[in-house]
C-alpha cells in the first residue's frame, strides 16, 4: 500500500559474509563465534553444510558457535537455493576423501554446474553432474595443483576454490579470465585473512595459493548486508525519511555502490560511520553500470520508476542466471504497475512515471519481491506481491521491517 516511511532500522545482517565466515569456521581445528549471523535461507543451507561435513554448529541468540570439522557425518549435502552455496562448498567437499553428492532446490537445480565440473576436473577430482545441471558428485581428495576459469558468469565459483584450496596439500594456481564481481573476491579474500589464510594475487587474474595452511579459529562479527539495505534506502529516497544502521561506508560489498546511484539520481543522503540517512526527494534519471554488482538491479529499477525520465542500468547479462530470468521478469512485472522498461544489448532502460496498483508475481525471486514492495510505497493504489514469502531467502524480516518504519502491509 502507499505508505510514508519514518524512523530507525537496523540493516539485515550479511548473508554473503555469514557464508563465508560458516565455510572458514568450518575448516577450522577449534571452536570459532561468528556474531550477528544472518538468519535467512541461504545462511541456514550453509549450517547444514558445515554439520554434514563435520563441523559442530550450535546456534544462540546473536551468534553461531562453529567447531571445526570432526570428521564427515553424511554424504548428501542440500544447497537450498543457495548459488554461492553449491559453488562455494564444492571445492570444500572435494577435500574430503568420500564421494559426496551435492543437490539443491527450485532455481538452483536449472543453473548451469559444468563450470564447477570443470574446474574440479582440472584438479584431479572426480566430480560429475548431471548434463551439466545438479546433482553433483564428487570424489576427493582435492590435493591443489592448476586450473583456469571463467569468471565471466559469477566469482562464485572462485570463492569456493580460494576456500579450499589453502587447506590441499599441494600449493596451487587458479588463472581466471574475465572476472566479474571483484568486490566480493574481495570480501572472500578478507575473511580469509581473518582466518590465517595467505593468498597472493595479481591484477585479479592470477592467484597463487600456496598449500597446507592451517585456518585458525575466530571471532568475526558480520557487518550490516548492502543488498538487502539497498531496498531500505530506495524505499527512503522514494516516500520516507529514514536512516538505516549496521550499514559500513568502508565495506568491500559490491552492492555499497548504491550510495553513489542515489547521488546521481539526486537523493539526500546521509553518511555516517555505521549508518546511512535517506529522504525522500526530487528524483532524475541516471545511469549506472551494475556489471559488477547484478544484485542491485531490482532496487535501482523500483528507483528509476519515480525518476523524470530515462535511466539506464547496464549489465543485463549479469541477469540470466539467478533465481529467476531477472531482467524479463522485472520488464513484465513492472510493466504492471504502468513501468516501462526495454532492454537493449546489455542496457535496461526505464522510462519513471506514475506506478499504479496492480497483481504482481515473484516468480520464486526474493529480490523481485523486495523491489515490487519498495516500488508499491508512493503507487496509487495498493500492489499485491503473490509468492512473497520468498524474500526468507536472504531477509526473511524485510516485511516487518517495512511496517516497523510505517508502511503498509497486509499479508
Known sequence: MPSDLKGEIQAPPSKSMTQRAIAASLLSGGESIILNPSACDDSLAAISIASALGATVVSEPGQLRITGSGGIKENQLNCGESGLAIRMFSPVAALYDSEIVITGTGSLTKRPMSMVEDALKQLGVGCKSSDGLLPLWIKGPLKGGSCRIDGSLS?????????ALPV????SEVI?????????????LQVLERFGIRINKTDYSRFSIPGSQIYQPQKFEVE?????????LVAGAINGEITVKGLRPDSRQSDKAILDVLDRAGARTTIMEN???????ELKPFYFDATESPDLFPPLVALAAYCRGISTIKGVSRLIHKESNRSATLVNEFLKMNVKIETQDDDMIITGGKITGAEVCSHGDHRIAMAAAVAALASSSRVIIRDSGCVAKSYPEFFKDLRDLGAMVYE
Open 155 to 163: 566469482s562464485q565459483l572462485l570463492t569456493g576454490l580460494l576456500m
Open 168 to 171: 590441499a596439500v599441494n600449493d
Open 176 to 188: 581466471v579470465e574475465n572476472l566479474k564481481s571483484r568486490p566480493y573476491i574481495d570480501m572472500t
Open 224 to 232: 550490516g548486508d548492502w543488498s538487502g539495505g539497498a531496498f531500505l
Open 275 to 281: 549508518s546511512v540517512s535517506v529522504k525522500k526527494s
